[in-house]
């Protein structure tokens, strides 16, 4: 089991950069995959990127070379860097944690990107 909270959203304008951040409750070296999803309104949940213990990362083709995925086990801690954003990124972004067989998800942080 483990807790995760987001955090790092806002508003940020076209073309502009964010840096969340996932801390979790527990140590997360043991925890093969985590990741970044996002919901926007009137939407499904879709994936945004994902990291394994290892470092292997794997990218939804829409955000490819603008998000950056990177986890700090001495932190317990899972990044987003997000740059030149666009406003179909706006959404509210979750935290994943994969412990089979269950999905752990934090509360979401809102993401805005508006002139």
């Known amino acids: 089991q483990v807790q995760l909270v987001e955090s790092g959203g806002g508003l940020v304008q076209p073309g502009g950069s964010l840096r969340l951040s996932c801390a979790a409750s527990r140590i997360i070296r043991s925890i093969n995959t985590m990741g970044w999803y996002r919901q926007a309104p009137g939407k499904q949940r879709e994936l945004v990127a994902t990291?394994?213990?290892?470092?292997?990362?794997n990218y939804a083709d829409s955000v490819k070379g603008r998000f950056t995925i990177s986890r700090d086990n001495a932190k317990n801690t899972v990044y987003l860097q997000m740059n030149n954003l666009k406003p179909e990124d706006t959404a509210v972004y979750y935290c994943n944690a994969r412990i089979p067989p269950t999905d752990y998800w934090g509360q979401g942080t809102q993401v805005t990107v508006s002139s």
């Open positions: 990291i394994t213990s290892t470092g292997n990362t």
